[in-house]
């Protein structure tokens, strides 16, 4: 898989390869199993159950690092954050920070695009209970390298959703730009910023989850700060 992930010319090629990987076994058999068995509310609808590629385009200057797609959310409609309660948050919070063109996502094919923003997750199979281990998450970790490094000539900030991201991204400091990560890690927090020299700066934010959301733990105006600052330090108007 790593020499699959190299071999990425591009992210169309690279969004190709990831959902075509069978590399951990028990997230393949966990994403087909839902995709069969399906949430009754969409009995009806064709799964895509397969690992779930970023979205973006590859001149973003901002990217967004979540935990990994939702059973009945991405793992259902094929792409990140599409078609579940947190992707109605991030996207509403993205349409109001003029980063994405409407605030819903309903489907792959619903005419959503996004501007100067990328988003990928740091594993890419729905996980059960949306908890992945550490070993599949650096099992996937050559697919988040290759996107960094595809999107690097004009990546300026990282937003991390929650600390399984915050900790996903400081393998990427020494892979993707040959830095050593700092030494003690940042703690992760919402609103907690780390720059580096000559790398993206990073970002903390709570996880868009329902568990966050509906408890209020994160609100609409949390967010809200959390992408000023980002299109501030990415010098996004």
Excluded at 37 to 64: M, N, S
Excluded at 165 to 188: C, D, E, I, S
Aim: aromatic share 8%.
């Amino acid at each position: 898989m790593v020499a699959r992930a190299a071999r990425a010319a591009d992210l169309a090629d690279l969004d190709g390869a990831v959902s075509d990987c069978f590399a951990c076994p028990r997230l393949v058999a966990w994403r087909e199993e839902v995709a069969r068995v399906k949430r009754a509310a969409f009995r009806d609808q064709d799964y895509w159950g397969r690992p779930v590629p970023g979205l973006g385009p590859p001149d973003a200057r901002i990217a967004i690092l979540g935990l990994a797609p939702a059973a009945h959310g991405g793992n259902r409609t094929g792409r990140i954050f599409t078609g579940d309660r947190s992707g109605d948050v991030l996207f509403a919070a993205l349409h109001r920070a003029g980063l994405a063109n409407q605030p819903t996502s309903v489907s792959a094919d619903d005419g959503l695009t996004l501007r100067d923003t990328r988003i990928f997750a740091a594993v890419r199979c729905a996980p059960p209970d949306n908890k992945p281990t550490p070993a599949e998450r650096d099992t996937c970790a050559p697919w988040l390298h290759r996107e960094v490094e595809l999107i690097r000539p004009t990546l300026r900030v990282v937003v991390a959703l929650g600390a399984f991201a915050w900790a996903a991204w400081w393998p990427v400091l020494r892979q993707v730009y040959g830095q050593r990560p700092p030494t003690p890690r940042p703690v992760f927090g919402h609103g907690a910023h780390w720059s580096g020299e000559s790398v993206p700066a990073l970002l903390g934010c709570y996880h868009v989850s329902q568990q966050n959301t509906f408890t209020g733990r994160l609100t609409p105006a949390m967010l809200d700060d959390v992408f000023t600052r980002a299109k501030e330090l990415a010098g996004v108007d």
